[in-house]
């Protein structure tokens, strides 16, 4: 939800917001904006759209401090002026989150003789700032926020100070220190290459930027220190490594990312097993495809460990006075671990006593920080709006902990089926003909996945992932459910897609095949099981992928929707990076 970044005692101020933008541009696409302060002046350049519109406007312009901001729209439609920057009184701000209780405070402005420009809940702050300033920025930002209800990540600057100065609630901030230089963003991989160090603000925290060094003060003001740790966002490569898309990139990363968990894994497991010492309840808990991925993992559990596991989004969870105790174990998994309702659950169940487990791919996340104890989802950088790799690493992650919580050895039998998965993918990836099905789905009004048991639960994926990309309705659906009302829907426009994996369920869903058919209905089927395509290949087009264990088939199928997907958003030129009215990061409620 909107990516922000400031900058201080560079050369060239503009190269350096524009290049941060780029990389917090999957945080929100709708418009993007800076503003430079340069001889006590602030030029302000904003554009909607992409960040790259602001290109042209950014020629010429000379400055060593700026911030600047794109944005995922939620008060006000995307346009020029609901664009960020917002200023007031020689003061311009950038923002990243919801202010719950802004209208009442524009009223309370307009009464004053306010004149807004944008319908945005984030103008209100400019005026705010303005209205407090005594020439001191940082006082008056801190007078302002006590005035807030809501999330933000708030950078402001000024015409007479030469300083950025920052306050923070629930939206994340990261500063970086470089030599002489300074910088605050909203993410890690937006300072690679800029500053070698970093530091994670707390909610409550105000920070100042100069060019001599940055100082952090905590919610009353008062100077405190936090953590400076390495940037390893520099060594991480953000390049499209010569694919037309960051999604394909990330897809043919997914081996890649199976591994790098398997392996990050290992240091982790004494101590998820004692954190999940005396374990009588076990939720988990996600949103999206974080959520389908808990799907699988409470599979899992149940089935390794006989455990019973509640598995909810995070957004019905964390309203739901759910029942957790001390004996209760929450894993919560997030790619971003910046979720809101993922963190709000996170934070509810450690109020409740409970234990809180992240399976997250971000290791400075408030999801992180949160946490008893972190497994970490090894994927890398994804920069690509919907997920891919990270799917794959969530799913590593809580095999491997369901493998724990069982009490099983890390060396056994599961574990060494997990091994064999990567290879398969990369095959898979290299083999994988989907042009055709993509063609099929592209034409028609409708795309129904379905799945019986864990087949079920990537068929949930799969249709996100359709929807998402393509903008092609359809849903996830229990092949066993089909005849209780959704066959109504079949017709020659619509396409099913079976998910087949299990040979001892392969002839119940081969029967929703025949009733699809014999509707008239579109059919493909994606299987492991040789004799699925033996029996089917004659009627209907067959995918039949390489045969594994079954409760790693997901890691195998998912390569398989995935793919679909995006190959089905190039057939209908859609940018499968950037799905309209989307972003990566989903930091409000
Ligand atoms: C879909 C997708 C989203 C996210 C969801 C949760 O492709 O990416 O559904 O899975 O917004 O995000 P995280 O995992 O960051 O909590």
Not at 50 to 67: H, N, Q, S, Y
Not at 143 to 166: N, P, Q, W
Not at 184 to 207: H, M, N, Q, T, Y
């Given at each position: 939800?909107?990516?922000?970044?400031?900058?201080?005692?560079?050369?060239?101020?503009?190269?350096?917001?524009?290049?941060?933008?780029?990389?917090?541009?999957?945080?929100?696409?709708?418009?993007?904006?800076?503003?430079?302060?340069?001889?006590?002046?602030?030029?302000?350049?904003?554009?909607?759209?992409?960040?790259?519109?602001?290109?042209?406007?950014?020629?010429?312009?000379?400055?060593?401090?700026?911030?600047?901001?794109?944005?995922?729209?939620?008060?006000?439609?995307?346009?020029?002026?609901?664009?960020?920057?917002?200023?007031?009184?020689?003061?311009?701000?950038?923002?990243?989150?919801?202010?719950?209780?802004?209208?009442?405070?524009?009223?309370?402005?307009?009464?004053?003789?306010?004149?807004?420009?944008?319908?945005?809940?984030?103008?209100?702050?400019?005026?705010?700032?303005?209205?407090?300033?005594?020439?001191?920025?940082?006082?008056?930002?801190?007078?302002?926020?006590?005035?807030?209800?809501?999330?933000?990540?708030?950078?402001?600057?000024?015409?007479?100070?030469?300083?950025?100065?920052?306050?923070?609630?629930?939206?994340?901030?990261?500063?970086?220190?470089?030599?002489?230089?300074?910088?605050?963003?909203?993410?890690?991989?937006?300072?690679?290459?800029?500053?070698?160090?970093?530091?994670?603000?707390?909610?409550?925290?105000?920070?100042?930027?100069?060019?001599?060094?940055?100082?952090?003060?905590?919610?009353?003001?008062?100077?405190?220190?936090?953590?400076?740790?390495?940037?390893?966002?520099?060594?991480?490569?953000?390049?499209?490594?010569?694919?037309?898309?960051?999604?394909?990139?990330?897809?043919?990363?997914?081996?890649?990312?199976?591994?790098?968990?398997?392996?990050?894994?290992?240091?982790?497991?004494?101590?998820?097993?004692?954190?999940?010492?005396?374990?009588?309840?076990?939720?988990?808990?996600?949103?999206?495809?974080?959520?389908?991925?808990?799907?699988?993992?409470?599979?899992?559990?149940?089935?390794?460990?006989?455990?019973?596991?509640?598995?909810?989004?995070?957004?019905?969870?964390?309203?739901?006075?759910?029942?957790?105790?001390?004996?209760?174990?929450?894993?919560?998994?997030?790619?971003?671990?910046?979720?809101?309702?993922?963190?709000?659950?996170?934070?509810?169940?450690?109020?409740?006593?409970?234990?809180?487990?992240?399976?997250?791919?971000?290791?400075?996340?408030?999801?992180?920080?949160?946490?008893?104890?972190?497994?970490?989802?090894?994927?890398?950088?994804?920069?690509?709006?919907?997920?891919?790799?990270?799917?794959?690493?969530?799913?590593?992650?809580?095999?491997?902990?369901?493998?724990?919580?069982?009490?099983?050895?890390?060396?056994?039998?599961?574990?060494?089926?997990?091994?064999?998965?990567?290879?398969?993918?990369?095959?898979?990836?290299?083999?994988?003909?989907?042009?055709?099905l993509?063609?099929v789905?592209?034409?028609?009004?409708?795309v129904y996945f379905m799945g019986r048991?864990?087949d079920y639960?990537?068929a949930?994926?799969g249709?996100?992932?359709?929807?998402?990309?393509?903008?092609?309705?359809?849903?996830?659906y229990p092949s066993a459910e089909l005849k209780?009302?959704t066959l109504?829907?079949i017709?020659?426009?619509v396409a099913s897609i079976f998910i087949i994996t299990d040979p001892?369920l392969a002839g119940k869903s081969e029967n929703a095949v025949e009733q699809v058919l014999s509707r008239g209905g579109k059919v493909a089927v994606i299987t492991t099981v040789?004799e699925v395509k033996e029996r089917l290949s004659n009627k209907l087009q067959v995918i039949l992928?390489?045969?594994?264990?079954?409760?790693?088939?997901?890691?195998?199928?998912?390569?398989?929707?995935?793919?679909?997907?995006?190959?089905?958003?190039?057939?209908?030129?859609?940018?499968?990076?950037?799905?309209?009215?989307?972003?990566?990061?989903?930091?409000?409620?």
């Amino acid at each position: 939800m909107c990516g922000i970044i400031g900058c201080i005692g560079v050369k060239n101020a503009p190269e350096v917001i524009y290049e941060g933008l780029k990389r917090l541009e999957y945080r929100g696409y709708d418009s993007a904006g800076c503003a430079f302060l340069s001889h006590g002046k602030i030029t302000v350049v904003k554009r909607e759209g992409r960040v790259e519109k602001l290109l042209p406007l950014l020629k010429g312009l000379k400055a060593d401090m700026g911030i600047g901001h794109t944005r995922w729209a939620t008060h006000g439609l995307p346009s020029d002026e609901n664009a960020h920057p917002h200023s007031a009184g020689g003061i311009s701000i950038v923002h990243n989150g919801i202010i719950e209780n802004y209208l009442p405070l524009k009223e309370d402005l307009i009464l004053k003789g306010v004149k807004f420009l944008s319908d945005t809940d984030s103008e209100v702050v400019a005026h705010l700032i303005a209205q407090n300033y005594d020439g001191d920025l940082l006082k008056a930002l801190f007078k302002t926020v006590k005035l807030l209800k809501g999330s933000y990540a708030l950078m402001a600057i000024c015409e007479d100070e030469e300083r950025i100065v920052v306050a923070k609630n629930k939206s994340p901030v990261i500063l970086g220190l470089g030599d002489g230089q300074y910088f605050c963003a909203s993410d890690e991989p937006a300072l690679a290459g800029l500053a070698d160090k970093i530091s994670v603000l707390e909610d409550g925290d105000f920070a100042e930027l100069t060019a001599h060094g940055v100082k952090i003060f905590d919610e009353s003001l008062q100077p405190v220190s936090r953590e400076v740790s390495p940037n390893l966002a520099v060594c991480q490569s953000l390049g499209l490594d010569g694919c037309p898309h960051y999604m394909l990139k990330e897809l043919r990363e997914v081996p890649m990312s199976i591994e790098a968990t398997h392996k990050a894994f290992n240091s982790i497991e004494a101590k998820l097993s004692k954190a999940l010492k005396d374990v009588t309840r076990i939720i988990i808990t996600g949103c999206g495809t974080a959520y389908h991925a808990s799907l699988i993992g409470k599979r899992y559990f149940e089935c390794f460990a006989r455990i019973p596991v509640e598995c909810e989004t995070a957004g019905e969870l964390r309203y739901k006075n759910p029942v957790m105790d001390a004996n209760t174990a929450v894993f919560a998994v997030s790619q971003s671990g910046e979720t809101a309702d993922t963190v709000e659950v996170a934070r509810l169940a450690l109020s409740m006593g409970a234990r809180v487990i992240a399976v997250t791919n971000s290791r400075l996340s408030q999801l992180t920080r949160l946490a008893t104890v972190v497994v970490p989802v090894a994927s890398g950088p994804e920069i690509c709006v919907c997920a891919t790799k990270s799917y794959t690493g969530q799913i590593t992650a809580l095999y491997l902990s369901a493998i724990v919580l069982a009490g099983e050895s890390l060396d056994g039998d599961r574990a060494k089926e997990l091994l064999k998965i990567p290879p398969v993918c990369r095959s898979t990836l290299e083999s994988l003909d989907m042009r055709s099905l993509a063609h099929v789905c592209a034409s028609s009004t409708g795309v129904y996945f379905m799945g019986r048991d864990i087949d079920y639960a990537v068929a949930l994926e799969g249709s996100l992932k359709l929807k998402e990309i393509t903008y092609i309705p359809g849903e996830g659906y229990p092949s066993a459910e089909l005849k209780h009302g959704t066959l109504a829907l079949i017709d020659v426009n619509v396409a099913s897609i079976f998910i087949i994996t299990d040979p001892a369920l392969a002839g119940k869903s081969e029967n929703a095949v025949e009733q699809v058919l014999s509707r008239g209905g579109k059919v493909a089927v994606i299987t492991t099981v040789k004799e699925v395509k033996e029996r089917l290949s004659n009627k209907l087009q067959v995918i039949l992928l390489p045969e594994c264990d079954k409760y790693l088939s997901p890691l195998v199928t998912a390569v398989a929707i995935q793919t679909l997907a995006y190959k089905t958003a190039v057939v209908l030129k859609r940018d499968p990076d950037k799905p309209r009215n989307l972003a990566k990061s989903v930091t409000v409620e």
